[in-house]
T-cell receptor, first 114, second 113 residues
Framework: AQSVTQPDIHITVSEGASLELRCNYSYGATPYLFWYVQSPGQGLQLLLKYFSGDTLVQGIKGFEAEFKRSQSSFNLRKPSVHWSDAAEYFC????????????FGKGTRLSVIA | DAGVIQSPRHEVTEMGQEVTLRCKPISGHDYLFWYRQTMMRGLELLIYFNNNVPIDDSGMPEDRFSAKMPNASFSTLKIQPSEPRDSAVYFCASAYGFVHEQFFGPGTRLTVL
């Protein structure tokens, strides 16, 4: 069965510093991978997605993620964090076969300090 | 489009009462998903519909939970009777195509006293 692990429950970074959020997945074939962001009191918003092709994916708000099949990872990165990036981040995996719904990780809460 | 609309945004009720959560998906989307989010369990898929037909309800925790989608623009999630452990944020999401981006509503925060 597919699964997603986000090893970091909470990360604190300084404004302007770089960011990397980790995501490891388990899936029997080539997965579809997603990163969502949830601001307080809001629903989840898609940051970026990987279906196929270039393993480095660009998303909204300056985020990018890299699919590494050999490591079963899909880490999210941002070169310079802004205070408004403080939120909860969810990685999700789905299958292209069309009969496996998205499975979400438990999320990583990002705090940004001045 | 206004996005996925959920109502109410907050619901406080007493144990044993019936609770109905409502969702209006984005027009043209053919999939609708109901999720529950808690600190302990994270985001859980409860049930999803395709073209108004329930496809997988294996995530529905108990018979006290039921969901319907009478038409393409409306879905309900009902809890009867409600219990304190049902307290959570319930999200509705819709998508065009099963494997594509899911658009989430703002959620309903349910508190059962």
């Amino acid at each position: 069965a597919q699964s997603v692990t986000q090893p970091d429950i909470h990360i604190t970074v300084s404004e302007g510093a770089s960011l990397e959020l980790r995501c490891n997945y388990s899936y029997g074939a080539t997965p579809y991978l997603f990163w969502y962001v949830q601001s307080p009191g809001q629903g989840l918003q898609l940051l970026l997605k990987y279906f196929s092709g270039d393993t480095l994916v660009q998303g909204i708000k300056g985020f990018e993620a890299e699919f590494k099949r050999s490591q079963s990872s899909f880490n999210l990165r941002k070169p310079s964090v802004h205070w408004s990036d403080a939120a909860e981040y969810f990685c999700a995996v789905g299958g292209p076969s069309g009969n496996t719904p998205l499975v979400f990780g438990k999320g990583t809460r990002l705090s940004v300090i001045a | 489009d206004a996005g996925v609309i959920q109502s109410p945004r907050h619901e406080v009720t007493e144990m044993g009462q019936e609770v109905t959560l409502r969702c209006k998906p984005i027009s043209g989307h053919d999939y609708l998903f109901w999720y529950r989010q808690t600190m302990m369990r994270g985001l859980e898929l409860l049930i999803y519909f395709n073209n108004n037909v329930p496809i997988d309800d294996s995530g529905m925790p108990e018979d006290r939970f039921s969901a319907k989608m009478p038409n393409a623009s409306f879905s309900t999630l009902k809890i009867q009777p409600s219990e304190p452990r049902d307290s959570a944020v319930y999200f509705c999401a819709s998508a065009y195509g099963f494997v594509h981006e899911q658009f989430f509503g703002p959620g309903t925060r349910l508190t059962v006293l």
